[in-house]
DNA sequence: AACTCTTTCAACCGCTCCGGG
DNA sequence: GCCCGGAGCGGTTGAAAGAGT
């Protein structure tokens, strides 16, 4: 049984012969495809007019870039399948010369094993969650924590208390860390959906990142929406860390309110929307220096309020670098062509959101 | 060399979307 | 608003190639 759309023909199928592509080829760069249902008798051809659209499109049109996908390929594809999911035609869109069904192929055959070797969801790019059942676990809580799926408040809330959990356990076992001493994920393990999700909503926040307002007296009431019940107050979390380094959540504010983040997460979207990273971001800043020295605060907002106040991206990186010894690099050319605005205010982590907590990025996350 | 198992990837299938009548 | 046909998309299949025994 052929293609419904040509159940009339005797249409060929299979692998294409040399023959049949010369004859493909001919035709369509002599007098373009047109309606590709008419193609096949017009190019003397025994197939139906979706094979041969995707015999073109696939495998014979001149601008396709044969061969095995470069790293850089790679990480653009994992980035933007984080965002899209399986869309594999709009992934294809950021990789010239690229089809999407090598896309896919590729994805199937290379990447989802990959993932899945080093213990991530390809789904979800979240880390598979550990079977270990033991609540008074704090890495199971925080893996617990990244992995929920799309989010659902109850879900948030159950998640935002096992972090809570986690921080109040540091102040009253003096022989446990706060946090485990490797976070479960990097930076490009996080999955980003879940992160632009986590800026729009006061249900939905995102685990490893999230606002606390309680010793922020600058909030407005809109904002205190963003309020997780019995949040940790900055100084707090703080004097719970004697070291603040890259195995420990850091509190890097905003001009409104102030954002835990662990900093081997830590990246930025500049004003066009490229997402940057640090392989091997480092801080290492003794705890009572944040607390009552505003010098030191100030190194560590000054990036977020560069990003907020001047949107430069040279000027951003700047003042990472020489502010916290961080080496950014452009992680790839991460292009969010579906963003129509730069207005809106950039946070670190690939967290975002505007002054109006519903920015278009968010909008796109939403309507995936 | 022969056989089996696994992997790759081109091609197919069924579905949705969209525009025209 | 409905129907129809074409285009496009994502999931799946299966032949061919490669790896292992």
Partial sequence: MGHHCCSKQKVKRGLWSPDEDEKLIKHITTNGHGSWSSVPKLA???????????????????????GSFSEQEERTIIDVHRILGNRWAQIAKHLPG??????????NSFIKKKLIAQGIDPSTH???????????????????????????????????????????????SSS???FPSSLPYNYNHI???????????????????FWSSTTDTT????????NIPHAPSMESLVSQASTVTTTKPIIISSSSS?????????????????????????????ADQLIGKEEIQTQVLDPVVVVEMNNKTNHIHEMMNSTTGASFE???????????????????????????????????????
Wanted: charged residues 15%; contains cysteine; proline residues 5%.
């Fill in 44 to 66: 003397g051809l025994q197939r139906c007019g979706k094979s041969c659209r995707l015999r073109w499109i696939n495998y014979l049109r001149p601008d396709l870039k044969r």
């Fill in 98 to 107: 690229r089809t999407d069904n090598e896309v896919k192929n590729f994805w």
């Fill in 126 to 172: 979240n880390h598979i969650l550990s079977t270990t059942t033991n609540n008074n676990n704090n890495d199971f809580n925080i893996i617990h924590a990244c992995n929920k799926s799309l989010p659902q408040a109850q879900q948030q809330q159950q998640t935002t208390f096992s972090l809570m959990n986690i921080f109040s356990s540091s102040s009253s």
């Fill in 176 to 178: 446990s860390s706060a």
């Fill in 191 to 209: 999955p980003l959906r879940e992160i632009l999700f986590s800026s729009t909503s006061d249900q939905y926040q995102n685990p490893n990142m």
């Fill in 219 to 226: 909030t407005t009431p809109e904002q205190n929406n963003y």
């Fill in 258 to 286: 102030p954002i835990i983040l662990n900093p081997s997460t830590c990246g930025l979207l500049d004003e066009d929307f490229i997402m940057w990273n640090s392989g091997s971001y480092e801080l290492n800043i003794e």
């Fill in 330 to 368: 452009r992680s790839n050319n991460f292009d969010f062509d579906f963003v129509e605005s730069t207005t809106s205010t950039v946070l670190p982590c690939g967290m975002y959101c505007n002054n109006n907590y519903h920015s278009p990025i968010d909008q796109f996350a939403w309507d995936c």
